[in-house]
């Protein structure tokens, strides 16, 4: 899980590096699906793949899929480090590959909680479902870090640094992992199957490419495209519930969700990734485009020190969530997802009221609190959804909880950019307009790069390039005098100017993620007794 996570985040903390050694470009608004698809396709393919995995894991043993998954993953890393030629074809490869290796990274998921559900007591599963969730969480954040040291180094390296841990760690699980699963032969659900991965990956697809600006609009949410993609996905979704409902053997088995504590975990679960997923993305934007230069980093620093100064959230996780389940065996599981979800309420909330350029101690505070948040709530939650199920479901029940949240994890970053750029389309063109035509930029130049989807501006940012120099290109920059070419693209001027309509996005997005928070502390609360 540790593997599988860091290996998640190096990449979007690298994607500079990546997209600098196949020579692309991917602000330009012909590469921004190259770019939405390497951050997020393997999360699109996990989430489709992991039900139908955690089902065949129930059918056929959760240790040989778990095996298959890690052999997958490691053969992907070789692949992808061996990437030829440049621009669009090596793009392809990259995000061919990173698709191929979600499905070992969906094999994984689907049967390692299962795994460990089986192989400890009720009254150990929450100490275990702790460590396996301090390893999922602390490896998106470590893969932070990883990726800011080795990209600069060789973008190459960031796919080799998961090998040895998965040539080791697929020999190891062969050899001493023993299946102690109640297996359950039955056919496969191929109609379900089909029906749930086509409906799913439209409605996956359509929240991709809803981000990206259409026509007019800075979001893609009118796209005649994506509401097909949406509605149809929704329609073909209803038709699986139908036919399951229908089958000897369903691949979703929809009686589960009859269990109180099944159900109620599960929305809580899928809340709470709603709330979070897009928090990481955010907090490195914030960061990278405003926080980091104003206290002195380049922007070509900021994303090795972006993970650096998150730090604080990891070890918020790293001892809340063993602690949790330490406790969660003794005490219960529900008063500490309920905490948790509350927690993570009241971190957001203080994030409203945080000045764009705070102290950094404040900041780190809201971090660490966030991070006990959810420590707090992640393996109790595991405990009792995966102690409501019967010992033969617990294969695909970990499926679909995987899978509620990886769907809310695309979702939420779906969701969080777009209320990013609808805080940010308010402002931001008169400011930049002001702001550029101030320092001697034409009019005609300051009216067209005022009037860029605000979403080119947070991928600026994200990446960590210098974004006045990206914006007005070389051509515009030579054309105005030294002092003022060097005043634009300095660390002063690009943050001063969004901090405001950056401000006005942040409120929106986190409000909507406290009320997610919010939800998922009620849904935590009804969940009632769970089965040993």
């Not at 409501?388 to 949240?405: C, D, E, I, K, Y």
């Not at 702001?435 to 605000?454: F, K, R």
């Not at 996005?505 to 769970?530: D, H, N």
Request: proline content about 5%; aromatic content about 12%; overall charge positive.
């Amino acid at each position: 899980m540790l593997m599988v996570m860091i290996n998640q985040s190096i990449v979007l903390i690298a994607l500079p590096n990546i997209f600098d050694g196949i020579k692309l470009d991917p602000l330009d608004p012909h590469n921004t699906s190259y770019l939405l698809w390497m951050m997020m396709g393997f999360m699109v393919v996990t989430a489709v793949l992991v039900v139908s995995f955690g089902r065949l894991g129930d059918m056929f043993g959760r240790v040989r899929m778990y095996n298959m998954g890690f052999a997958v993953f490691t053969i992907c890393s070789i692949f992808l480090s061996c990437t030829f030629g440049h621009g669009a074809t090596a793009a392809l490869w990259l995000i061919g590959w990173r698709v191929v290796q979600g499905i070992g990274g969906a094999l994984i998921f689907a049967n390692s909680t299962a795994i460990l559900t089986d192989a400890f007591p009720a009254k150990q599963r929450g100490t275990a479902l702790g460590i396996n969730v301090i390893a999922g969480i602390a490896g998106s954040f470590i893969g932070l870090m990883l990726g800011g040291v080795l990209g600069p180094v060789g973008w190459r390296w960031i796919f080799l640094v998961s090998v040895p841990v998965g040539i080791f760690g697929t020999v190891w699980a062969y050899l001493k992992l023993k299946d102690t699963s109640v297996r359950h032969r039955a056919k496969m659900d191929w109609w379900g199957n089909l029906t749930f991965a086509v409906g799913l990956i439209s409605i996956l697809v359509g929240i991709t490419y809803g981000i990206q600006p259409y026509g007019s609009s800075d979001t893609g949410w009118g796209n005649p495209w994506v509401l097909t993609a949406l509605i149809g996905g929704l329609v073909v979704l209803l038709l699986f519930c139908w036919i399951e409902t229908r089958v000897t053997d369903p691949l979703f088995h929809l009686d589960l969700f009859k269990i109180k504590a099944f159900t109620a975990g599960n929305l809580a679960s899928l809340l709470a990734a709603l709330g979070r997923g897009g928090l990481q993305f955010i907090l490195i934007i914030w960061l990278q485009g405003i926080w980091l230069p104003l206290h002195g980093y380049s922007f070509e620093q900021t994303p090795l020190w972006a993970g650096i100064y998150m730090i604080p959230l990891t070890i918020g996780l790293l001892v809340a969530a063993p602690l949790s389940g330490v406790l969660s065996d003794r005490y219960g599981s529900r008063m500490f997802t309920v905490a948790g979800a509350l927690l993570n309420a009241l971190s957001f909330g203080l994030l409203m009221v945080l000045p764009v350029d705070f102290p950094y101690w404040a900041f780190a505070l809201i971090l660490v609190l966030n991070g006990i948040g959810a420590g707090l709530f992640a393996s109790p939650n595991r405990v009792q959804i995966m102690n409501s199920l019967p010992a033969n479901q617990r294969g695909v029940g970990a499926g679909m909880t995987a899978t509620f949240q990886n769907t809310a994890m695309v979702l939420s970053i779906g969701v969080f950019f777009s209320l990013m750029v609808a805080g940010l389309a308010t402002h931001l063109p008169s400011d930049m307009y002001s702001g550029l035509t101030a320092q001697g930029v034409p009019s005609a130049a300051a009216t067209q790069i005022s009037h860029l989807p605000p979403l080119a501006v947070l991928f600026a940012a994200f990446l960590g390039y210098n974004p006045m120099k990206q914006l007005l290109g070389n051509q515009i920059l030579h054309n105005l005098p030294a002092d003022k070419a060097s005043y634009l693209t300095g660390r002063s001027f690009f943050p001063h100017l969004v901090t405001g309509p950056f401000k006005d996005g942040l409120a929106v997005a986190f409000w909507f993620a406290l009320a997610a928070c919010l939800i998922a502390a009620a849904a935590s609360l009804i969940t009632g007794g769970a089965k040993k």
